[in-house]
């Protein structure tokens, strides 16, 4: 059987290590959600049953491991995630702009969630499942008065908030959906208020007939559905050839209680 390596080596440098952590590198499946074998394997030593049985009996902790097996549909939604974050990492790069871009309004952003997002997408590649850190839906429920739905006073950019152009907020809605959009003629919080230009969504965002780019890419195939295509057809319909609706993933967040009794997980 196996115990991690660094159990092991507070048993071998402390009188009290503590419980066996073999559960903190279990997946929600109580399998490894690691990438390959190779770092399934990592983290972990073999020691005898016998040993491991009378170490358990005397510090507690657990669960046994007796073989390490990789869990299939973590791996499944780890290659979904990183096939996401570099195609999100490209396209960002491509249309962001010091300015709105082809646009003319500002799409106001919590800054909280735009450096959640960055270090996020400038990651590396992730390879256990442990490590994912998507930043979740877009909101900006934290520049709002809770009671009045005000926008609070004195608010400041960069701090507070940032602002992107009309297509880098596109495709933040495709790739984590959220919102609701925030925009305004200027960047100022305070400015006038301007209406969605939906007609900027980057081409890469448009169906096309054959390509399964869309649905792979989103939020509700990476995030909600771990990357199962099954899963994604079966509660979104479609085709795995191409995107059911233009614009199904841009929605608010909490909107996904069927995939929560689908997966029978917390999102």
């Known amino acids: ?4 390596k660094h159990w092991y080596v507070r048993l071998t440098t402390m009188s009290q290590p503590g419980p066996i952590d073999n559960h903190e590198y279990l997946c929600p499946h109580r399998c490894l959600g690691c990438s390959s074998a190779e770092m399934a394997a990592e983290p972990f030593i073999p020691i005898s049953r016998s040993l491991f049985r009378s170490l358990v009996g005397k510090y507690g902790g657990g669960p046994e491991i007796s073989a390490l097996d990789i869990c299939p549909k973590c791996q499944t939604f780890i290659s979904a995630y990183n096939v996401r974050k570099q195609h999100e990492f490209d396209l960002v790069s ?16 919590d800054a909280n969630w735009v450096n959640n997002w960055k270090r996020y997408v400038k990651g590396e590649a992730v390879t256990d499942i442990r490590d994912l850190c998507a930043p979740g839906p877009v909101t900006n429920e934290r520049l709002f008065d809770s009671e009045t739905g005000q926008v609070k006073a004195k608010l400041r950019l960069r701090l507070d908030y940032i602002g992107v152009n009309a297509r880098v907020w596109w495709l933040f809605m495709h790739f984590h959906g959220g919102g609701a959009a925030v925009v305004r003629d200027d960047l100022d919080m305070y400015s006038e208020e301007l ?4 007609e900027l969504r980057p081409e890469e965002l448009r169906p096309v007939e054959g390509s399964d780019f869309m649905m792979r890419t989103s939020r509700r195939f990476v995030d909600d559905c771990r990357g199962d295509e099954q899963l994604y057809l079966r509660l979104f319909g479609g085709s795995s050839g191409t995107e059911g609706t233009e614009g199904a993933d841009f929605v608010e967040a909490g909107e996904d209680t069927e995939v929560a009794k689908e997966t029978g997980e917390d999102q």
């Open 1 to 4: 059987v196996f115990v991690s």
């Open 94 to 109: 491509k249309y962001d702009t010091k300015d709105t871009g082809d646009g003319k309004g500002w799409y106001i952003v």
């Open 195 to 198: 209406p969605l230009e939906t």
